[in-house]
Each structure stands twice: as C-alpha cells, then as structure tokens.
C-alpha cells in the first residue's frame, strides 16, 4: 500500500520566492496534517484538516504561509514569499479520524532550504 | 491542555545494553498512546500504542505499558542495536473531542557498536 506521498524531496530557492509543498495522504484517510521540524523548535503542528475543511490554522506562523486542501486526496502547503527562517523540513501526514487508537501515517518529509 | 514530557536526550548506550526512555503525560478522559520512531532522512513512523490503562504494546523488541495511576508510557528495550539508533516521540490522542495528536519533544538515541 502506498503510504502518504510528498513532493518535491528536496526544495532550494532564494527568499522571497514562492514555495509550494505538496502531499498526497493515505486513501480512505479522512483528516491530514502539516508539521514543520527544526533543529530549534522540534516538531510543530502548523494546520490540520477533517474532510478536506480546515480545522485548526493556529499553528500557522505567519500569512505568508497558507494551505488548501482541494479533495481528499490532495493537499498543499504554500509559502510566498519565503524567507531563510522558513528552512525546515515539513512533514504531511493522515489519520483515519474518528477513533482515537488510530495513528498518523507519515510522509518522508520535504526539506527546503532559503537561501 | 493535554501534554506530553519525555525525558532529554541525547541518551548514549553502547550494543545489547538496556534501554529506558521516560515519558509522563498529562489529559483529561482516556488518550491513546503511542511512540513513534524517525530515523534519519525520515518521517515519523508508529513504533507501538496503548489505548486503555493496563494495556502494553509491543513492536521490535520495544515495550511499553500504559500506568493511568502514574500517567507514564516509558519505552524499554532489553537489548538495543546499533540499527536502533533514532529519534523516539511520546505522543497521545485524547478522546475529549478534537483531532490532534500531542507529541513529546523527541529523545535521539545513539547505540555504539
């Protein structure tokens, strides 16, 4: 089975160009997250979804950052304009939402670098 | 709100010594629990889960038990690898309502061969 997709791997670009991370969850997976990892601030939530609606954007640091999530099988975080405090690696992952014992399947990541 | 600590690493342990990774937690109601795992280059993958008091669960060596009267889902292993060797996460789900998953700040974990 096909786990949660993320695209690219690997993203460089220059500050104040416009990033766009992309994630394909689990299908049959109903609810899915953004996470950013740093060295400094660990692993942090950024926004989640059930059902393609957006629940909770609080983790969102700034509006420069923004996701959207179109269908249940495709979502997208995007960034403009960018910075070099914006180097992570951001994670997607999904759930099946509705039982608590169910845990979240994650993607390996898309590391981007601001230069 | 719900919480998650997790004892500080990095934690150095040298091949087939025994392991103990500290993890209290703090909600309201009955979360599940989980340790999720990242090796290097990775994402964050499901080691093993509890999801009432009691339980253990079990995965690769690795255990933990689910103590609702001391709040604690430690991660042990009585014989670590070098393959071991990875960034360990607490984590719980509660089951007061709401979609999030609270994980404990990371223990990295070095085996030496």
């Known amino acids: 089975d096909a786990g949660v997709i993320q695209s690219p791997r690997h993203e460089v670009t220059e500050m104040g160009q416009e990033v766009t991370l992309r994630c394909k969850p689990i299908?049959?997976?109903?609810?899915l997250f953004w996470y950013r990892q740093t060295m400094m601030r660990g692993l942090e939530l950024l926004i989640y979804?059930?059902?393609?609606?957006?629940?909770?954007d609080s983790g969102m640091p700034e509006d420069r950052f923004s996701a959207k999530m179109p269908n249940a099988s495709f979502s997208t975080l995007k960034i403009q304009p960018s910075e070099p405090r914006d180097s992570a690696v951001y994670f997607c992952?999904?759930?099946?939402?509705?039982?608590?014992?169910?845990?979240?399947?994650f993607g390996d990541g898309t590391r981007l670098s601001i230069l | 709100g719900d919480s998650v600590t997790q004892m500080e690493g990095p934690v150095t342990l040298s091949e087939e010594a025994f392991l103990t990774i500290n993890c209290t937690y703090t909600?309201?109601?009955?979360?599940?629990l989980f340790w999720y795992v990242q090796y290097p280059g990775e994402g964050l993958q499901l080691l093993l889960k509890?999801?009432?008091?009691?339980d253990k669960g079990s995965n690769k060596g690795f255990e933990a038990t689910y103590r609702k009267e001391t709040t604690s889902f430690h991660l042990e292993k009585g014989s670590v690898q070098v393959s071991d060797s990875a960034v360990y996460f607490c984590?719980?789900?509660?089951?007061?309502?709401?979609?999030?998953?609270?994980f404990g700040a990371g223990t990295r974990l070095f085996v030496k061969a």
């Open positions: 992952a999904s759930r099946i939402e509705g039982l608590n014992n169910q845990p979240q399947h």
């Open positions: 299908s049959g997976h109903n609810s």
């Open positions: 979804f059930n059902n393609n609606v957006p629940i909770d």
């Open positions: 909600a309201t109601g009955y979360p599940s």
């Open positions: 509890a999801t009432k008091a009691d």
């Open positions: 984590a719980l789900s509660g089951d007061t309502g709401g979609f999030k998953t609270i």
